[in-house]
T-cell receptor
């Protein structure tokens, strides 16, 4: 299947700092990428849909100024958690959708805010 | 409102036997369904999908069945292997330029050696 690379896999930061997470589709172009958040023992919660060359579409309840998304190319989307706080600690996962409609996921990023 | 439901949180089967994972949905607009497998602290791995124009899709040990009238789909794994032990998510979407996946809560499958 297609490969999606997510970096970093784990990040620990101090409260108030910003953290950038990268998501790359390695062997296909993706006009649409997605960012999810997973809480312990729960399903994946869609945060936003990232569209190449245009603004991201955020789900209800997700602060767009808090979670900045940039999809500058067909193979790269970034999520920046601005002024991170301990409640932002979570497992963040990106996915990229192929032209066939299948989403392939990155390995996830474990964010810990101290 | 949970549009994709995986009502059984866990399933335990003996190695070599069949695993049947069930999923129900409520939104009749869904026309594409996917199953993903997930290990802890990793991203989901795509397993198999099915379009609403079909009622069965098979790929190796994995078969997905779709019953549109009952709004029900199931994933069959046969024979089950210990390496299949993971959380399995059912997901659904509908045709659209930016269609997003709606996930169930997942089922934890344990395959006993």
């Amino acid at each position: 299947g297609a490969v999606v690379s997510q970096h970093p896999s784990r990040v620990i930061c101090k409260s108030g700092t910003s953290v950038k997470i990268e998501c790359r589709s390695l062997d296909f172009q993706a006009t649409t990428m997605f960012w999810y958040r997973q809480f312990p023992k729960q399903s994946l919660m869609l945060m936003a849909t990232s569209n190449e060359g245009s603004k991201a579409t955020y789900e209800q309840g997700v602060e767009k100024d808090k979670f900045l998304i940039n999809h500058a190319s067909l193979t790269l989307s970034t999520l920046t958690v601005t002024s991170a706080h301990p409640e932002d600690s979570s497992f963040y996962i990106c996915s990229a959708r192929t032209s066939g409609g299948i989403q392939y996921f990155g390995a996830g990023t474990r964010l810990s805010v101290l | 409102d949970q549009q994709v439901k995986q009502n059984s949180p866990s399933l335990s089967v003996q190695e070599g036997r069949i695993s049947i994972l069930n999923c129900d949905y409520t939104n009749s607009m869904f026309d594409y369904f996917l199953w993903y497998k997930k290990y802890p602290a990793e991203g989901p791995t795509f397993l198999i999908s099915i379009s609403s124009i079909k009622d069965k899709n098979e790929d190796g040990r994995f078969t997905v069945f779709l019953n549109k009238s009952a709004k029900h789909l199931s994933l069959h794994i046969v024979p089950s292997q210990p390496g299949d032990s993971a959380v399995y998510f059912c997901a659904a979407s509908y045709t659209g330029a930016n269609s997003k996946l709606t996930f169930g809560k997942g089922i934890t499958l344990s395959v006993r050696p």
